[in-house]
C-alpha cells in the first residue's frame, strides 16, 4: 500500500520559515504530480502548491512569493519551504498523489503553527 508521510511542521514566529517534507513510497513517485495542501481550523482544505514530473510548479495566490515547492525524485520526497510565515499560514499541512496509480492518496499531515 503506497504511503505519504509529512514531516518539518512546528511551531515558528511571524516572518520566520519552515520547510515540510513529503515522503512518498510507490514506484511510480517520479512520474506523478504531487501537491501540498492546508486546512485550518473551520476552513476547508485548499491546494497550496503542487509539482508535475518535470518540475512545472503551481503555486496559490495565498503564497506565492513566498513558498517553495521542490522535488528529489531519487529520494521519493517532495519538499516546501515556507518563506515569510504569517499566523493565517498555521494549518495542518497534508500532501497528496495528483496523478497517476495512487491519485488521492494523502499523508496524515504536519501541523504549523504561527504566532504573532
Known amino acids: 500500500q503506497v504511503q505519504l508521510e509529512e514531516s518539518g511542521g512546528g511551531w515558528v514566529q511571524a516572518g520566520g520559515s519552515l520547510t515540510l517534507t513529503c515522503s512518498a513510497s510507490?514506484?511510480?513517485?517520479?512520474?506523478?504530480?504531487l501537491g501540498w495542501y492546508r486546512q485550518a481550523p473551520v476552513k476547508q482544505r485548499e491546494l497550496s502548491a503542487r509539482?508535475?514530473?518535470?518540475?512545472?510548479?503551481n503555486y496559490a495566490d495565498f503564497v506565492r512569493g513566498r513558498f517553495i515547492i521542490y522535488r528529489d525524485n531519487a529520494k521519493n520526497t517532495v519538499y516546501l519551504q515556507m518563506n515569510s510565515l504569517k499566523p493565517e499560514d498555521t494549518a495542518e499541512y497534508s500532501c497528496?498523489?495528483?496523478?497517476?496509480?495512487?491519485?488521492?492518496?494523502w499523508g496524515q499531515g504536519t501541523q504549523v503553527t504561527v504566532s504573532s
Open positions: 497528496r498523489y495528483l496523478s497517476g496509480t495512487y491519485v488521492n492518496t
Open positions: 509539482i508535475s514530473p518535470c518540475s512545472s510548479i
Open positions: 510507490g514506484s511510480t513517485f517520479s512520474i506523478d504530480t
